[in-house]
């Protein structure tokens, strides 16, 4: 019976864990962050999520005659934010799988 007992215990700690695992996944969603290439000439900003939510350009960078040079920028500060954004994920998400030794996380 005591093993029972124990089986219960960790029922109720994994309940709350996923509780807080949701909470923090959901506050990831409201986190804004940015990337930027060229010196600032052209920022992305996506959520925790990884979800584009604003592009600003500064029109100095807009050059009808090098649209490869603007192209190469976007993708460069939208990768430095998706980067960062995974960052966050990983240090904001760990804390719940860190000490667990669990296949898969």
């Known amino acids: ?4 007992g124990n089986m219960q215990g960790m029922m109720k700690q994994m309940q709350k864990m996923q509780k807080k695992m949701a909470k923090a996944q959901e506050e ?5 962050i940015e990337g930027t290439a ?4 052209v920022t992305v900003i996506v959520s ?20 490869e040079m603007l192209q190469d920028l ?3 500060a939208t990768n430095d ?3 960062k954004a995974e960052e966050l994920t990983s240090q904001t998400m760990g804390q719940f ?7 898969g996380f």
Not at 1 to 4: A, D, L, P, T, V
Not at 48 to 66: A, F, Q, R, W
Request: no cysteine; net charge negative; proline share 4%.
């Open 97 to 103: 799988t860190k000490g667990l030794n669990l296949p």
């Open 28 to 32: 990831l969603g409201e986190k804004r």
């Open 1 to 4: 019976m005591r093993g029972m």
């Open 81 to 83: 934010a998706l980067k």
């Open 74 to 76: 976007v993708l460069a």
């Open 48 to 67: 925790g999520h990884k979800e584009v939510l604003e592009v600003k350009i500064d029109e100095e960078v807009v050059n009808p005659d090098d649209i």
């Open 38 to 41: 060229g010196g600032g000439m």
